[in-house]
């Protein structure tokens, strides 16, 4: 017998998950960043030659350091997508959806809480970044969170899509075959 998210009740049979995974990636990434701003002042912490280290960096643009000019509409942007997000995430029946949803949402809330709370003020706070690798621009423990979830959310997709086509293709067979 088949366990498709079809056959389960409707509503997000997770409630817990989902909240130990956003609590736990938003204390994560807040305590993540305290640490930085606190040991990195004074300048960064190789860990691997200048390949990986740690440099404290306020992004008050978006990924890439876009947009930095519009750091209120991006905030106004983030509460937006945050309250998209809790409603997807209280409506997925999947596991690895409410996985995913929970740690993009988890790393939209503390990513918000910087631009929120952190300085100049009020809807134009930088987001802390801190871990830097190679080439790659400086992130945090919120967008790792954003991006693993981004990841399982698309394998989730996937998976989504084989099951359809083979569900489709089954349904063909049975009115192939019911009809002979």
């Given at each position: 017998m088949r366990n498709d998210a079809a056959d389960q009740p409707a509503g997000n049979g997770h409630p817990l998950l989902a909240t130990g995974i956003v609590v736990g990636v938003l204390l994560a990434d807040q305590l993540t960043k305290l640490w930085a701003v606190r040991r990195l002042a004074d300048g960064p912490v190789a860990l691997a030659g200048d390949t990986v280290s740690f440099r404290l960096a306020r992004n008050t643009g978006s990924a890439f350091s876009l947009f930095q000019a519009f750091t209120p509409l991006l905030a106004?942007?983030?509460?937006?997508?945050?309250?998209?997000?809790?409603?997807?995430?209280?409506?997925?029946?999947?596991?690895?959806?409410?996985?995913?949803?929970?740690?993009?949402?988890?790393?939209?809330?503390?990513?918000?809480?910087?631009?929120?709370?952190?300085?100049?003020?009020?809807?134009?706070?930088?987001?802390?970044?801190?871990?830097?690798?190679?080439?790659?621009?400086?992130?945090?423990?919120?967008?790792?969170?954003?991006?693993?979830?981004?990841?399982?959310?698309?394998?989730?997709?996937?998976?989504?899509?084989?099951?359809?086509?083979?569900?489709?293709?089954?349904?063909?067979?049975?009115?192939?075959?019911?009809?002979?």
């Open positions: 106004l942007v983030a509460i937006g997508v945050a309250v998209f997000l809790v409603r997807a995430v209280r409506q997925a029946r999947d596991v690895l959806l409410v996985v995913g949803l929970s740690l993009v949402l988890g790393g939209a809330l503390g990513n918000l809480s910087d631009r929120l709370f952190r300085t100049p003020g009020f809807l134009h706070g930088g987001v802390v970044d801190f871990v830097h690798v190679g080439a790659w621009p400086t992130f945090n423990v919120a967008d790792s969170a954003i991006t693993s979830g981004a990841v399982l959310i698309v394998v989730w997709a996937v998976r989504a899509d084989r099951r359809e086509r083979r569900a489709a293709r089954a349904d063909l067979g049975h009115e192939v075959h019911g009809r002979g």
